[in-house]
Nanobody, 125 residues
Framework: QVQLVESGGGLVQAGGSLRLSCAAS????????LGWFRQAPGKEREFVSA????????YSADSVKGRFTLSRDNAKSTVYLQMNNLKPEDTAVYYC??????????????????WGQGTQVTVSS
């Protein structure tokens, strides 16, 4: 059974940091593009960041560039999202996703094949 399990969410004050983790199981994900999306109440799911299979290239949304860093450890089948200088507008449920047929780093959620259950991030002002 293929699973993506997120962890690390929580409540933090503005300016603080959190590190989200996403552990993959059920098959090898070392050839997948891995990404993070988020969804705030009443809003559409939006792209946050994605990373190539070897971890050499990442792409992030303008809203998080310079604050969020994405990395992966293929030996542990885990991807990490380090979030610094968090803002109230970062409050959302954060989802990990895997694109098993990677042709390019996609910002479209429809291009991702597997999803985690999400982890809540709340940033207080």
């Amino acid at each position: 059974q293929v699973q993506l399990v997120e962890s690390g969410g929580g409540l933090v004050q503005a300016g603080g940091s959190l590190r989200l983790s996403c552990a993959a199981s059920g098959r090898t994900f070392s050839g997948d593009i891995l990404g993070w999306f988020r969804q705030a109440p009443g809003k559409e799911r939006e792209f946050v960041s994605a990373i190539t299979p070897n971890g050499g290239v990442t792409y992030s949304a303008d809203s998080v560039k310079g604050r969020f860093t994405l990395s992966r450890d293929n030996a542990k089948s885990t991807v990490y999202l380090q979030m610094n200088n968090l803002k109230p507008e970062d409050t959302a449920v954060y989802y990990c996703a895997a694109d098993e047929v990677p042709t390019r780093l996609s910002t479209q959620y429809r291009d991702y094949d597997y999803w985690g259950q999400g982890t809540q991030v709340t940033v207080s002002s």
